[in-house]
């Protein structure tokens, strides 16, 4: 069974333990060494009780010095044990580590309504869409991408990072249910990625925002929201999620299944469809592009294409800590405690 390196800090020094699962062996040499402690004790012991005075029980133990006997198991021990934690591959320091890439900023807009529960597309429009999301970020080279969750509101669900792990690990907390307002707020949401642009450090030449979302709007301004990032030189490419004829809008349980269907104040079921007008005129506004979901990869495959036709330019990013290995500091000692209890004799003087 695998298990996590383990992360300590040990006199203001970051340490990590890279081989945790081999802590067997450090619990085996401190058994045996006790053993072997208990051995010597038990000899001693033993022989005195034979021998009824130390003259004659160090006679009787051939000229062995109880000291040397005990330097000589220490020195073993001391020997196995430092080996044993070297063997748990510690290791010191903690560095950035600085990779310089070239690449684009992106920032994914993701429809977190419940409108987007909606199975016109299957398993439904939310999980599709972060699906193929995934298939996206794993496709990046040297970008930086960023998440923006909204419904009746935006906030940033992750900022600007090369670290795409982190991104789909937020990417895959994404729920609809556990939006505090709802609604579709395209105009907060394109405001909320312009102001991650604004905050980045070393901004790219090319800024995009992937905008994923069946299209509704319930608040309005999304066409001023879409002009201010022209300005500021981000194009806008649109996916739109959905089917032209419209779909019920689910209402699910706690394990996923469907135990009806949304309701208007009239008591009218709740149909949702794509309006790819609007999405048309926010990626005209910018120069950008507007795909419909379609196929298998529901037209992500094309959105790549023109993402990677855009400039790139330099980035600096921290993509990871890098840490020094350390288990020859416990190695050269362990080996060298180990010769010199083999060199070393138990008696104290030719016999």
Known sequence: MSIDPIDLHLLGESLRIARPDRAWLVAAVLACALVGAWGIVARRRALRELAGTERLAAKLGGGVSVGRMIAKAALGSLGLLALSLALLRPQLGEKADVAHRRGIDLVVAVDASRSMLARDVLPSRIERAKLELQTLIDRLQGDRVGLVTFAGDAFVQCPLTTDYGAAKLFLRAID????????????????????????????????????????????????????????????????????????????????????????????????????????????????????????????????????????????????????????????????????????????????
């Open 176 to 351: 609809p249910e556990a939006m505090p307002s709802q609604g579709t707020a395209l105009a907060e949401a394109l405001r909320t990625a312009g102001s991650m642009f604004r905050a980045a450090d070393r901004g790219a030449a090319s800024k995009v925002v992937l905008l994923l979302t069946d299209g509704e709007d319930h608040q309005g301004e999304a066409q001023a929201a879409a002009e201010a990032l022209a300005n500021d030189g981000v194009r806008i490419f649109a996916l739109g999620i959905g089917s032209d004829q419209g779909t019920p809008v689910p209402i699910l349980d706690s394990r996923g299944k469907i135990v009806g269907y949304r309701k208007d104040h009239q008591g009218n079921t709740v149909m949702s469809k794509l309006d790819d007008g609007q999405l048309r005129a926010l990626a005209a506004a910018t120069k950008g592009t507007y795909v419909a979901a379609a196929g298998a990869d529901l037209g992500m495959g094309e959105l790549v294409a023109a993402l990677h036709k855009l400039e790139r330019s330099e980035l600096d990013a921290v993509s990871g800590f890098q840490y020094g290995e350390a288990f020859s500091y416990l190695a050269l000692p362990g080996f060298l405690f180990l010769v010199a209890g083999a060199l070393l004799r138990e008696r104290g003087r030719d016999e």
